[in-house]
């Protein structure tokens, strides 16, 4: 009699591998296609709607290869903060990162980096990243997920930027920052013009953002990086 219990063990994984890639297709599909709709109707020409789609898919794209690097277990924050504004940053000294080592699971990786995104592209056209002296500040924290209330929190400040002040009208970038979040992570999301520069944050349910092997805050010794250093 032949043992076929490892072909068997096979054909379950590769069954498994079949179900999972069809179930993060279908969320890719979706998360794609509910960003053209969006940019669809906050264009204003086929220029724009063009120009529109393809940054948000390249942030998308940007996601997708930190997914396969992992073989889509996700990312650790550091590394989704810093993909997403190596496009706008020129000056190491320019993003600033503090917060402990977490993993964020597939669904955040796409969210927080289409939302960074918006924000790089924002500073670098209205805020900090106009100003040779300019600097973006990343911080974020996560508390205990042994619980029910565990929540992953993190925070966006630019500083050494012109002024700012509230939009007279909001449109698709302000949709990314502030409203997607609370749909796809039940997230609260904060959005203030300082007189020193913007200051966005969040504070989402750890179970919604963050992936098994997270370590809360209060045991994670906290790390300082400017682009482009070592994890």
């Not at 289409?114 to 040779?132: R, Y």
Request: aromatic share 6%; glycine share 6%.
């Amino acid at each position: 009699m032949r043992d076929i219990s490892e072909r068997v063990k096979a054909e379950e994984h590769n069954r498994f591998l079949t179900r999972e890639l069809a179930h993060r297709s279908k969320n890719l599909l979706a998360l794609v296609s509910a960003t053209m709709k969006q940019a669809a109707q906050q264009s204003t020409s086929v220029q724009d709607f063009e120009k529109l789609c393809e940054d948000r898919l390249r942030a998308i794209s940007h996601a997708q290869d930190l997914l396969l690097a992992s073989d889509w277990k996700g990312a650790a924050v550091a590394d989704v903060v810093r993909t997403s504004l190596k496009p706008f940053i020129v000056d190491a000294a320019c993003l600033e990162m503090q917060g402990p080592d977490v993993e964020l699971n597939t669904e955040a990786v796409h969210t927080f980096s289409l939302v960074l995104h918006e924000l790089a592209t924002n500073a670098a056209k209205f805020g900090a990243l106009t100003k040779p002296e300019g600097k973006i500040v990343v911080n974020w924290q996560l508390d205990t997920v042994k619980s029910n209330s565990g929540r992953f929190r993190m925070s966006w400040r630019e500083l050494g930027g012109p002024a700012v002040a509230p939009p007279k009208q909001t449109g698709f970038g302000h949709d990314v920052i502030a409203e997607m979040p609370k749909h796809e992570l039940a997230a609260n999301v904060s959005l203030e013009y300082l007189p020193g520069g913007l200051f966005w944050s969040i504070d989402v349910p750890a179970g919604r953002a963050v992936g098994g092997n997270a370590e809360g805050s209060n045991t994670s010794a906290l790390k300082s990086k400017s682009f482009g250093q070592a994890e």
